[in-house]
């Protein structure tokens, strides 16, 4: 058997004869040996994970846990991406005259944060518009955050003055009104009845 019969052997001898030719690129400016350099580099960047199996950097982090996201922690906010997020949605809500507190909570509750979410039924963005919802509401780009949230507080804030009652339009806001003038308060489904549990939850996090 020859050298270059092995695998490992012969995918190192072609790269090698690649980098050669690269460097003999009259174009390149990039010497032999700083191509090396940059090889040798990158094969740095390779850690070896508890399993014996060789992992680079990024990969092994996309394995761990993402961290919770801690409203209350203001260190956090300042050092997380959702910190400006959070700005955005305060300033919004209170220009419509909203609890901030309360938009975050239906944000969390509906998107996790997640501008670009997309629910199986086609709702759109952190506060979750479905498309006739967000074309009445003259959102054109249910993506965009500060349109996705001004529309959602917009049509919450609705909610509020037809129900008079948060628990009633945060219900109306998952399940439909009509479902809530059809049952005169929370309709039995167990998504709503968790969905407004959960909406409560989160806005005494964010409000302690």
Known sequence: MR??????????LTRMESLTQLAKDPKSLVSFPDLLEREFAKQRDNQTVP???SQSIDSAKSTLPEPN??????DELGANQNGSLLETIESIAESQGMDPNLVKAMVKAESGFKTK????????????LMPETAESLGVKDPFDPEENVAGGVKFLKGLLKEFKDPEK???????GPGA??????IPP????KQYVSKVKR?????SS
Not at 3 to 12: C, E, F, G, Q
Not at 117 to 128: F, I
């Open 3 to 12: 050298l270059t019969d092995i695998p490992s052997v012969s995918s190192v």
């Open 51 to 53: 399993d014996g199996k």
């Open 69 to 74: 996201f801690k409203p209350n922690s203001k």
């Open 117 to 128: 979410a997309v629910s199986p039924k086609g709702a759109m963005g952190l506060m979750q």
């Open 169 to 175: 339009a945060i219900a109306a806001y998952n399940a």
């Open 180 to 185: 809530v003038k059809r049952y005169k308060g």
């Open 189 to 192: 489904y167990e998504e709503t």
């Open 202 to 206: 989160f806005y005494k996090d964010f």
